[in-house]
Nanobody
Framework: QLRLVESGGGLVQPGGSLIISCAAS????????IGWFRQAPGKEREGVSY????????TYADSVKGRFTITRDSVKNMVYLQMNSLQFEDTAVYYC???????????????????WGQGTQVTVSS
């Protein structure tokens, strides 16, 4: 059974950094795209970043380019999101998502993704 579990969220000051993790089970990272999404109160869920299977190519939303970095550990079946220079607007519940390998690949639209974790809260506040 495929399962995604996020962890590492918390409270951080503006300008600070945080790394959140996604533990994947029931799949191999060589066969699935893994993405990070977020949803702020009163807003729609939006794509943040994803990493492709095998080649590990990365894609970022314009709002996080240069600040966030997605990485993976295929041995541990973990995907991470390193978030730097955090801003108030980054406050949201962050979700990990998965989609099986496909051509063409997915976009950052949530509708393109099949499996979801329960989310982890990230709050940027002074």
């Amino acid at each position: 059974q495929l399962r995604l579990v996020e962890s590492g969220g918390g409270l951080v000051q503006p300008g600070g950094s945080l790394i959140i993790s996604c533990a994947a089970s029931g799949l191999t990272l060589d066969d699935y795209y893994i993405g990070w999404f977020r949803q702020a109160p009163g807003k729609e869920r939006e794509g943040v970043s994803y990493i492709s299977p095998r080649a590990g190519r990365t894609t970022y939303a314009d709002s996080v380019k240069g600040r966030f970095t997605i990485t993976r550990d295929s041995v541990k079946n973990m995907v991470y999101l390193q978030m730097n220079s955090l801003q108030f607007e980054d406050t949201a519940v962050y979700y990990c998502a998965a989609r099986i390998i496909s051509r063409p690949g997915p976009t950052l639209r949530p509708v393109d993704w099949s499996y979801w974790g329960q989310g982890t809260q990230v709050t940027v506040s002074s």
